[in-house]
């Protein structure tokens, strides 16, 4: 049952590519909420994808757009406006590839032209979506945009690669952004970071599920799974929220304030009963 949070709102979601993606329940949530709105990925995507079905489910209009093309973008803020009858209320940025990660090129043996394409996929792309927005004119005032990060932008999280140099750089566009739009059109930016998360995306991380596992352990209030993001995303899109902008918001149960738990403390000394491994590394 939702409380109309969205009601009269339209909105554009990028990143929705099955059911586990985070933008599909932002999807799901953003409807039960009142909005309408259109959904975007990349052709393949959109082609092959299992988007097609959440379309129809929710009458949303899928326009299909590489987010590192200007013209695609534009594209999607044009015929969002159109389908969905003014402008635009709320953006999602849910969008993450990393093909160093994908071809397993640790961290310290980076391929540079796939980095530059995490870079641009990862983090530019919300540039672009932000200033083919602005240029547009196509939020209205006190609308809201959310781009999606990870802690690993503020701290070392083995395996994460150069996707935490690309949330780094994506939150860092978020208030740079969030300034201007704020000033010139009253428009909120701000991304939230999340616990991670089963999903496509997700699982391509190395080592994922012991970090999902310890996370969810050193979290107070455990991890937070795609669902919740989603209600989270929905307040933030929603007027109760009218001035929260340039933020980093951490959505994590806490994970991102700890240092040490007690049960990892009690973990910890256990090792040094069981094995030297503490001596080695
Ligand atoms: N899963 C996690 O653990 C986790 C944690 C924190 C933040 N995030 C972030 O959440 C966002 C959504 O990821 P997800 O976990 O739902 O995985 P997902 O794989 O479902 O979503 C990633 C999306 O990015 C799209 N994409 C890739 N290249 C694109 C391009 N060039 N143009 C347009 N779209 C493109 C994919 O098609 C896909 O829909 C990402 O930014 C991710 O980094 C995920």
Known sequence: MGYN?????????????????????????????????????????????????????????????????????????????????GKIDFVLHSIGMSLNVRKKRVYHDLDYNYLSKTLDISAISFHKMLQVAFKKDAMNEWGSVLGLSYVAAQRVLYGYNDMADAKALLESIGRSFGYIYGREKRVRVNTISQSPTVTTAGSGVKGIDGLIDFSDRMSPLGNADAEECANYCVTMFSDLTKKVTM????????????????????QYNK???????STKY
């Open 5 to 85: 949070l969205l009601k009269g709102k339209r909105g554009i979601i990028f990143g929705a590519l099955n059911d586990m993606s985070i933008a599909w329940k932002v999807a799901e949530k953003a409807a039960e909420e009142g909005a309408v709105f259109t959904l975007s990925n990349t052709p393949v995507a959109c082609r092959m994808g299992e988007v097609v079905e959440l379309g129809k489910k929710y009458n949303a209009e899928i326009i299909p757009a590489d987010a590192t093309k200007v013209e695609d973008l534009e594209n999607v803020f044009d015929k969002s406006m159109e389908v969905l009858g």
């Open 247 to 266: 933020q980093n918001l951490f959505h994590d149960g806490g994970f991102s304030s700890m240092g040490m738990s007690l049960r990892a403390m009690t």
């Open 271 to 277: 090792s040094f009963e069981t094995d030297d491994i």
